[in-house]
């Protein structure tokens, strides 16, 4: 059964705009959460991360938020830039190093 | 600072060989892992290692075999490829406690 889940697999949005993307997690154990972004032939890249005595945390136009007792997070990005297009992991970890990946989704942002 | 290098980035297969995916990082990482990327499954981890001769099973291990003979290597062996093993195949290595930094990834497709 999947641990972490992003249930969207595709987002557009205009430029300038706000994108939200969401993951859902299962267990409760979980205490450490991070966002990473592929782009095509690349590895993923660390983005952002958030430990669960947070509910919020900022780098720039992004920002992550952190709800354990809906075990939800989500990244938001403002203003979304082209730049931005990539696919965003969300990655759950918890009492040790392994890191699990959500599916990830494929953000598209507009000019 | 090469960071976390992968060998090959591309490789063919016929069913049934065998070959050694490399990873090398010089940061001097105490957490190695492998994963693979396959659409719409997101990135899933075959096997990590915490340490020079220390090594588990993650999510997808059959079919793979791993060693950790030094602190910078961690060779992913594929003992009998099949076709289901075609995928993209990243390496990650990290501090304990700090994020994962991935290489850029070996394209593999087994015939």
């Known amino acids: 059964d999947q641990q972490v889940k992003q249930n969207s697999p595709s987002l557009s949005v205009q430029e300038g705009r706000i994108s939200i993307l969401n993951c859902d997690y299962t267990?409760?154990?979980?205490?450490?959460f991070l966002w990473y972004k592929k782009y095509p032939a690349e590895g993923p890249t660390f983005l952002i991360s958030?430990?669960?005595?947070?509910d919020k945390n900022e780098d720039g136009r992004f920002t992550v938020f952190l709800n354990k007792s809906a075990k939800h997070l989500s990244l938001h990005i403002v203003p979304s830039q082209p730049g931005d297009s990539a696919v965003y992991f969300c990655?759950?970890?918890?009492?040790?190093?392994?890191?699990?990946f959500g599916k990830g989704t494929k953000l598209t942002v507009n000019p | 600072n090469a960071g976390v290098t992968q060998t090959p980035k591309f490789q063919v297969l016929k069913t049934g060989q065998s070959m050694t995916l490399q990873c090398a990082q010089d940061?001097?990482?105490?957490?190695m892992s492998w994963y693979r990327q396959d659409p719409g499954m997101g990135l899933r981890l075959i096997h990590y290692?915490?340490?020079?001769?220390?090594?588990d099973q993650g999510e997808v291990p059959n079919g793979y075999n791993v060693s950790r003979s030094t602190t910078e290597d961690f060779p992913l062996r594929l003992l009998s490829a099949a076709p289901s093993q075609t995928s993209v195949y990243f390496c990650?290595?990290?501090?304990?406690?700090?994020?994962?930094?991935f290489g850029s990834g070996t394209q593999l497709s087994v015939l």
């Open positions: 990650a290595s990290s501090r304990f406690g700090e994020k994962l930094f």
């Open positions: 267990n409760s154990m979980f205490d450490y």
């Open positions: 958030i430990s669960s005595i947070k």
């Open positions: 990655a759950v970890q918890g009492g040790s190093e392994k890191l699990v």
């Open positions: 940061m001097n990482h105490e957490y």
């Open positions: 290692s915490v340490g020079a001769g220390i090594t």
